[in-house]
């Protein structure tokens, strides 16, 4: 009878420490959430023109796990690529080059983006995306952008 009790009481432990492992699993991996926004105004910082609008990338790790952003940049659409006039189907954010760490609770990285050229991409402004990259060649993109930006020179289709 005690070792019934045993052999039942091994295997609920057991059910219940691999059930704990595999969720543990899912919960502490290296999640980012990646934001795009346009038009922002920059104060206090002679670097940037306080006259000029600037988009901004922020990338925060809402994960567990510390994780090394590799490269952040603006995708364009596909169906706009090198085959369609542009030259490119990605905007490489410089600073993003580096590359940074972003463990849990750090405050997000942030990634300014200059307005100044990007009219020729009027007609596609609300399909551009901002992506990061992991050191493990993981994307992550932001949500499509639904506010039209100041450097749109087309007024919206009605």
Known sequence: MVTLITAIC?????FAGLLLGILNYFRDRPKLVVTLQWDMAVTDNPT????????????TNIGRRPVHLAVVALKLPKSFGT???????HLLLSHSVGGQKLAEGDPPA????????????????????????????????SKKVTA???????????
Request: glycine share 8%; hydrophobic share 35%; no cysteine.
């Open 10 to 14: 091994g295997s609920v432990f057991g």
């Open 48 to 59: 940037y023109d306080p006259k000029k609008r600037w988009g901004i990338v922020r990338v």
């Open 83 to 89: 085959s369609n006039g542009f030259r490119h189907t």
């Open 110 to 141: 942030g990634f300014v983006v200059s307005q100044d050229n990007l009219a020729m991409y009027s007609k596609v402004w609300q399909q551009i995306q901002a992506i990061a990259e992991d050191s493990t060649g993981k994307i992550y993109h």
């Open 148 to 158: 039209r930006p100041s450097w749109v020179t087309q007024p919206e289709p009605e």
